[in-house]
């Protein structure tokens, strides 16, 4: 099965928006099979409108069609979207994505895509045939069900069997250029029950495994925790995250509410970790210490890890954040993952290790100013009066025996991630 652990990788969308080239997909993922894959970092995944021609050197964020379906996308004669070869060359000549896939490949490296949900408006209008069916790209749309940020697609309508058809050849395409991941956008709030399901079955037939990651404009809802959980390897749990501290504090409530949800092959995501550079370029407007509560959260949450900011320009300090493997192992690794407990400017997750007597414990002050936070090691359900041996993962030191309790000062809008080791009595 795949995503057995949370998935961990790049994705274009934080630094480069609707405009990323193949070159800067190609510098990315020479960076992390340099600097980022023996920590574990894998997918290579090029969000956002990569079959729309470039408008260099603006960089733009919806671009959309006029009545008259101007600017052309790049689209085969069956109505499926290809890169567009301005900005992706090597895609020329119908090759598709398979020569990137291949390079990405060649480095150890997998490779995703980010599609939108439906149909393009450009086929409907051309009529274009459905593969494997004897229809048209109007029979499979539903002109009724738009995505509300972006006009490029219409929505299928599956209660017509080549509505399936055509996903069927869309991933069969994606099969054969090498695809490991996809990102389907659009999809999961609202929640459109049949496509969901016609992405999984479009996935499952077309001969290659793929993880499947599903995105919504909005937080996808709760109550559909239990069919997410059958059909997708990663969901969205809230809207685009930014450099933002109100945005990430927002994050504390979801991850908390999906925690149950967690576990292999499906993994509630807290989207892209907006850290580095991101577009513009410019530098991350998260302090610090609200990039390690960042990690601190998304590790002991166990959310998908995708780095949103160019990898190229990372400095030191960003590198760190990514490759502390004893933070990562958290992410990867740990068992039993929830909140503990939430006060008005404190938040505590605990997990375990998997198999041993080790904890986990992480400290977040959302407050504004430095605060001491406690903890009693019986409210992990660890003995009374039981003593500990502590250790800080993100300053990589023992920080001795400690008895019955841990307290530590934490940062404004900073985290403290700890390992509770036993310790002589």
């Not at 997998?110 to 229809?135: C, D, N, S, Y």
């Amino acid at each position: 099965m795949l995503a057995q652990t949370p998935p961990m990788g790049w994705n274009s969308y934080d630094c480069f928006l609707s405009a990323v080239t193949e070159a800067q997909v190609l510098a990315n993922a020479q960076y992390m099979a340099d600097h980022l894959a023996k920590a574990g970092w894998r997918y290579i995944v090029v969000d956002y409108c990569w079959f729309h021609p470039e408008k260099a050197p603006v960089i733009f964020v919806n671009p959309e069609q006029d009545a008259q379906m101007r600017p052309r996308l790049a689209m085969d004669g069956y109505g499926r979207l290809l890169p567009d070869a301005s900005r992706f060359p090597s895609a020329a000549n119908g090759r598709g994505f398979k020569p990137l896939a291949d390079h990405i490949h060649a480095l150890g490296l997998k490779f995703g895509i980010h599609v939108l949900r439906g149909v393009p408006r450009q086929a409907v209008g051309e009529r274009t045939p459905v593969k494997g069916a004897e229809a048209t790209a109007p029979d499979i749309a539903d002109v009724s069900s738009t995505c509300p940020w972006i006009n490029t697609c219409y929505g299928l309508e599956m209660r017509v069997p080549a509505a399936q058809a055509y996903l069927n050849s869309c991933f069969d395409l994606y099969a054969s250029w090498g695809v490991d991941f996809v990102k389907v956008d659009d999809l999961s709030s609202p929640y459109h029950l049949a496509e969901v399901e016609g992405y999984r079955a479009a996935i499952d037939q077309c001969g290659r495994e793929m993880v499947f990651s599903l995105s919504p404009g909005n937080a996808t809802p709760l109550d559909r925790a239990e069919h997410l959980k059958s059909v997708g390897n990663m969901w969205r749990i809230v809207g685009d995250l930014w450099d933002n501290w109100h945005q990430v504090e927002a994050c504390f409530a979801c991850f908390a509410a999906w925690a149950p949800h967690a576990g292999p092959g499906h993994w509630p995501d807290g989207d892209m970790l907006p850290l580095g550079t991101l577009s513009g370029p410019r530098p991350c407007r998260l302090i610090r210490d609200e990039q390690r509560t960042v990690m601190t959260l998304w590790s002991m949450a166990r959310g998908p890890l995708f780095f949103g900011g160019d990898l190229t320009r990372n400095d030191p300090w960003t590198l760190s954040l990514m490759t502390n493997e004893e933070v990562l192992g958290v992410n990867q690794s740990s068992v039993n993952n929830r909140q503990l407990f939430r006060t008005e400017e404190q938040v505590v997750w605990a997990s375990q290790e998997p198999g041993g007597p080790n904890h986990y414990l992480a400290l977040f002050n959302t407050g504004s100013a430095p605060a001491p936070i406690s903890v009693l090691f019986s409210q992990l359900g660890l003995p009374h009066g039981e003593s500990r041996m502590v250790r800080d993962l993100w300053e990589r030191k023992d920080l001795g025996t400690h008895h019955a309790s841990i307290l530590a000062e934490v940062p404004a809008h900073g985290a403290r991630l700890l390992k509770l080791l036993p310790g002589a009595q």
